[in-house]
């Protein structure tokens, strides 16, 4: 089984800033199936990104992906309140398609 | 409008049985692989299992931590996805979410509201 390790575990920052997001794989996955998600209190997650990078229908150019092999990385620019948040990377490249802890995004 | 909507939650003794139900609508269901995830209170995301098309044979797999309690099972004639669970135990209880897979390369990209099994004696 791939296990994700994601950190910070918390990330506290300012409206305007940056936040710069980790996932570690604990063995390679194919950036084609590597995803983030977005989840705010009681509703589900939203699909951020797919295939490392690809932004989900109406997900604003603010977020982006990058990464390959084990080290891959979501980046939120020009942080506004509602991106406080959970966010979590998971794989589907190899079942069982895991999910990181998740890192606690506070604006 | 593309939806999936969770049902069949509820509070169940440990050792018993349960199956949820996931009702598609706004999409060609059987197109679609479904997954379920669940979400223990105040924890993080767990993939449970998923079930893929017709056109590959209905393939199933899950998370090993289950040891075979839990299986996926679709009706394409009702655009439903089941998800029976058995043996439950107390750390089975959770939210779970039906959602389905966009497409080959896509992530989870439709996700239902979720329903809450509560296992306890």
């Known amino acids: 089984e791939i296990v994700l390790t994601q950190s910070p575990g918390t990330l506290s920052l300012s409206p305007g800033e940056r936040a710069t997001l980790s996932c570690r794989a604990s063995q390679s996955v194919s950036s084609s199936f590597l995803a983030w998600y977005q989840q705010s209190p009681g509703q589900p997650p939203r699909l951020l990104l797919y295939g490392t990078s690809t932004r989900a229908t109406g997900i604003p150019d603010r977020f982006s992906g990058r990464g390959s092999g084990t080290d891959f990385t979501l980046t939120i620019n020009r942080l506004e309140p509602e991106d406080s948040a959970f966010y979590y990377c998971?794989?589907?490249?190899?079942?069982?398609?895991?999910f990181g802890q998740g890192t606690k995004l506070e604006i | 409008e593309v939806q999936l909507v969770e049902s069949g939650g509820g509070l169940v003794q440990p050792g018993g049985s349960l199956t949820l139900s996931c009702a598609a609508s706004?999409?060609?269901?059987?197109?679609?692989?479904i997954h379920w995830v669940r979400q223990s209170s105040g924890k993080g995301l767990e993939w449970v299992g998923r079930?893929?098309?017709?056109?590959?044979?209905?393939?199933?797999v899950y998370a090993v931590s289950l040891k075979g309690r839990f299986t996926i099972s679709r009706d394409d004639s009702k655009n439903t996805a089941y998800l029976q669970m058995n043996s439950l135990k107390t750390e089975d209880t959770a939210v779970y979410y039906c959602t389905r897979r966009g497409g080959d390369y896509s992530g989870m990209d439709v996700w239902g509201q979720g329903t809450t099994v509560i296992v306890s004696s």
């Open positions: 706004g999409f060609t269901f059987r197109d679609s692989a």
């Open positions: 079930i893929r098309t017709r056109h590959s044979s209905y393939a199933t």
């Open positions: 998971q794989q589907y490249d190899t079942s069982p398609f895991t």
